[in-house]
Nanobody, 119 residues
């Protein structure tokens, strides 16, 4: 069974930094695009950043220049370094990954990790 497990969320003051991690485990052949999304209550899930298997990246305009997405293919892990955090970055952050398993190729989601930016 494939799993994505996030870690690294928490409470941080405005202007601070956090690093989120998301590790994939289970039986699978490959991972292509990995990404981070976020969601606040009452709103839909929005893309924060994504990184392809070839390490091309794409960012939401609101985080460009402040957040950096990276991946370690040897560890099947994607990271999100978040700097200069603002209160409006407060959300539950979810990672996802498009993975090829024995039976299918589809996108898997983690359980989410909460980030709160507040003084």
């Amino acid at each position: 069974q494939v799993q994505l497990v996030e870690s690294g969320g928490g409470l941080v003051q405005p202007g601070g930094s956090l690093r989120l991690s998301c590790a994939a485990s289970g039986i699978f052949f490959s991972i292509s695009t990995m990404g981070w999304y976020r969601q606040v209550p009452g709103e839909g899930r929005e893309l924060v950043a994504e990184i392809t298997g070839g390490s091309s990246t794409n960012y939401a305009g609101s985080v460009k220049g402040r957040f950096t997405i990276s991946r370690d293919n040897a560890k099947n892990t994607v990271y999100l370094q978040m700097n200069s955090l603002k209160p409006e970055d407060t959300a539950v952050y979810y990672c996802n990954a498009r993975m090829r398993t024995l039976t299918s190729t589809r996108t898997y989601w983690g359980q989410g990790t909460r980030v709160t930016v507040s003084s």
